[in-house]
Structure formats: structure tokens, C-alpha cells
T-cell receptor
């Protein structure tokens, strides 16, 4: 499985934008880029995913580099509730993967009031 | 919808004891998963199921067993608990195919083996 590299931790101030980077230099053409987050003492929750084009939803935006070797999760205005561990995951959409996710250690985001 | 539910929330076991972690979902999802999360680490896949009657091993299946007799339920069995199984266990589900590419996670079961 192609791997991802994320910073161990990042810090932000409330109501400021946050850009969480992810490197995935060995990504294959069939890999989707997924982001999940895990709030303290909770199970992970889906944030966003994409393949080639930038994606937006109500939670965040995903900016994908043209060569797909890196991506950035953008939280437009961080709130205290956004403090969590953010996981960047590559998921193979080709047949036989059974939609399994491989979690790394992720990035711990701290949001300061 | 209740989503994905897990019971119990917490459990302490003695070495060698057995227990079943329960997981249920009410979203009619075909795919279900069991993960474990050790302190400061990401989640590791234990077992998964693509439908009733079909299960397969994940990354760390040793010491665990699963069954899937219904679409809704996916219990995880620990036969001889060991301290190395102290962890937080998460169950997840997703629908097969379709446009929604998302796993839904339960709140977790925190297990301590002493």
C-alpha cells in the first residue's frame, strides 16, 4: 500500500484557516485520498476525499497537487471543536481492496482560543 | 438512525478470560470492520466482513475471532485475553458501492487486560 507522511502535530488559533499537509509520493493512479479525523475519546469520522480535482464540502476543502504526490486539507475557520487527530489515507479503488483503510499516526491539531 | 453502536463501553478482563465485543449498525451496510487502537497510534484492522456469512482477516487478526450471521451485527470474540490486547476497539461500517465512500465508526470499547 502506498504510504502517507504527515507532521506529528500542528497548532492554530481559533477562527484562523488551517492547512494540514500530506505527502504521498508513491500514490498510484487508482488511489483515492481520504481524510478522517478523530476527536478526543471518539471514533474517527470522515472529513473529505478526492481523486484528482480539488474538493469542497461543509467541513473542509481538499487541495490536491497536480502530480498527486501531495495534498492539503484546509479548514477555513478553525474552531475549538476542530481540535483532533487528522488522518490522511490512501484508499485503493481497484477491485479486491474491499474498501480497507490503513491509518497512520496522523497530525494532532491543537486549536488555541 | 443510531448508526454504529458498540457494547460495552469499558471492560476489564483478567488474563485468560474470554469476552465478546458487540457491534451493530442500523444503516443496512454490507461492509463491517473491526479496528484496534493502541495509545498514541493509528487504527489497525483486525477483521472485516463484506456481507453476512463472509469474513476475512485484516492486519492483526491473531487472538481474535469474528462471525457475521446477520447484516446488522458483527461481534468480535477474544478467547484467551492477553495484556497485549489492551486497547480501544472500534467497529465501523460502510455501504457497498454507491457514491458514498465513507466508513462510519462506533464510539469504541476500551478494554484492559490485567
Amino acid at each position: 500500500d502506498a504510504k502517507t507522511t504527515q507532521p506529528n502535530s500542528m497548532e492554530s488559533n481559533e477562527e484562523e484557516p488551517v492547512h494540514l499537509p500530506c505527502n504521498h509520493s508513491t500514490i498510484s493512479g487508482t488511489d483515492y485520498i481520504h481524510w478522517y479525523r478523530q476527536l478526543p475519546s471518539q471514533g474517527p469520522e470522515y472529513v473529505i476525499h478526492g481523486l484528482t480535482s480539488n474538493v469542497n464540502n461543509r467541513m473542509a476543502s481538499l487541495a490536491i497537487a497536480e502530480d498527486r504526490k501531495s495534498s492539503t486539507l484546509i479548514l477555513h475557520r478553525a474552531t475549538l471543536r476542530d481540535a483532533a487527530v487528522y488522518y490522511c489515507i490512501l484508499r485503493d479503488r481497484s477491485g479486491g481492496s474491499n474498501y480497507k483503510l490503513t491509518f497512520g499516526k496522523g497530525t494532532l491539531l491543537t486549536v488555541n482560543p | 438512525n443510531a448508526g454504529v453502536t458498540q457494547t460495552p463501553k469499558f471492560r476489564i478482563l483478567k488474563i485468560g478470560q474470554s469476552m465478546t465485543l458487540q457491534c451493530a449498525q442500523d444503516m443496512n451496510h454490507n461492509y463491517m470492520y473491526w479496528y484496534r487502537q493502541d495509545p498514541g497510534m493509528g487504527l489497525k484492522l483486525i477483521y472485516y466482513s463484506v456481507g453476512a456469512g463472509i469474513t476475512d482477516k485484516g492486519e492483526v487478526p491473531n487472538g481474535y475471532n469474528v462471525s457475521r450471521s446477520t447484516t446488522e451485527d458483527f461481534p468480535l470474540r477474544l478467547e484467551l485475553a492477553a495484556p497485549s490486547q489492551t486497547s480501544v476497539y472500534f467497529c465501523a461500517s460502510r455501504e457497498a458501492g454507491g457514491q458514498v465512500d465513507e466508513q462510519f465508526f462506533g464510539p469504541g470499547t476500551r478494554l484492559t487486560v490485567l
